[in-house]
Structures are given as structure tokens and as C-alpha cells.
């Protein structure tokens, strides 16, 4: 490598000391400030190394005697965080030319499909386990509220709420396919007792 990009001085050389002993010496206060205000060691990290770079500029401040050091140092560190802050806030946020993910948008046709299947299952069904499930399912009421609503008894509700989504369900196995019209008939002996 070819040497340094400018000639040392004798000053220079005793400003680059200057500069070592500020850092050894409060070094680590101003991190732990920085790191305080901004909340991100790295952003921390950036303003240290720029309230270095001022008070290297700026060195008679740091052997005139007058004040402290270490609060001219913390000061210098929190305008720069201030001015950070403020530059972020005049400024919109970047966005990127190309999203890395593409946004999604809602496909509501599948909710269409599903709906229509739903529908067309319960046309399958017969009035009173239409009826029950409608009460339970779409109107979100309770058994002893469907059986008022319906004028039927609790139990019933409950039956015939069984006995309903078991079809359903053998209506979507089988695609409808066993008696197109009709939901599919029970056995003899699982068949309810319509009030």
C-alpha cells in the first residue's frame, strides 16, 4: 500500500492522539447514550463515529479548558440524533423499485365456490333440517333460542341439527351423486321422529 492520502503533521499526529484518548476515555458513555436515544446499537455506532469525527475537527473545543469534555461530546451526539430524527421525518420512506414480495390481493372465488356448494347441499335437505341449521348456523342462535324460534322442543333442535349435518356431510363425500335432489336417506332406525 502506497502510505497515508495526506502528510502527517506534527499536529495532525497530535490530534489523531487527542482523538484516541477521547475515544478510550468516554467512548463507551457515548455508545451507551447513543444507543439510549437512537434504540439500535449499529445507529449508535454511526453517530459515535460522526461525534468523533467532529470533535477531531473541531479539536481546540476539546483542550481550551472550558466546559467538559464529555458534555460537549454528549451534546454534539444528541443534535445528531435530533438531526437524524428530523431528516426521517422530512423525508418520505424509500421504497424499492421492485417489491420483494408481490402483494396479494383477496380472490373471493373460492368463498363464491364454497357458498354456492354450501347452498346447493342445503337444497338437497328437507324444510325442517333446512330450517334448523339456518336457525343455528346462519342466525348464530343458540338451541333454546332455534327450538322458540321454530316452536319445536330443545331436543328436537338438537336431533334434528345431527341428523342435518350428517347428510351434509354424506351429500359432500359422496358429491351428491347417490340421489341428485334428495339428501341421502338414513336407515330406518336413525330416522327422526319429525314433530
Do not use: C
Request: charged share 25%; glycine share 8%; no cysteine.
Amino acid at each position: 500500500m502506497a502510505g497515508p492520502l495526506w502528510p502527517r503533521t506534527p499536529r495532525g499526529s497530535t490530534d489523531e492522539a487527542l482523538i484516541r484518548s477521547v475515544h478510550e476515555e468516554h467512548g463507551r458513555a457515548l455508545l451507551a447514550y447513543a444507543t439510549r436515544l437512537t434504540g439500535d446499537r449499529a445507529a449508535a455506532e454511526d453517530v459515535v463515529q460522526e461525534t468523533l469525527i467532529r470533535a477531531w475537527r473541531h479539536s481546540e473545543v476539546l483542550v481550551n479548558g472550558k466546559g467538559s469534555v464529555r458534555g460537549w461530546l454528549l451534546t454534539v451526539a444528541r443534535n445528531l440524533v435530533t438531526d437524524r430524527y428530523r431528516a426521517r421525518a422530512a423525508r418520505p420512506p424509500e421504497v424499492s423499485g421492485s417489491p420483494a414480495k408481490a402483494p396479494v390481493e383477496a380472490d373471493h372465488a373460492d368463498s363464491v365456490v364454497d357458498t354456492m356448494a354450501v347452498l346447493g347441499a342445503l337444497d338437497l335437505l328437507s324444510a325442517e333440517h333446512r330450517d334448523v341449521l339456518t336457525e343455528l348456523y346462519y342466525r348464530q342462535h343458540s338451541v333454546a333460542e332455534a327450538a322458540d324460534s321454530l316452536g319445536i322442543p330443545a331436543g328436537t333442535v338438537k336431533s334434528r341439527s345431527h341428523y342435518a349435518l350428517k347428510a351434509l356431510r354424506q351429500v359432500f363425500t359422496d358429491g351428491g351423486a347417490n340421489r341428485p335432489g334428495r339428501p341421502p336417506r338414513q336407515s330406518a332406525g336413525m330416522q327422526e321422529v319429525v314433530a
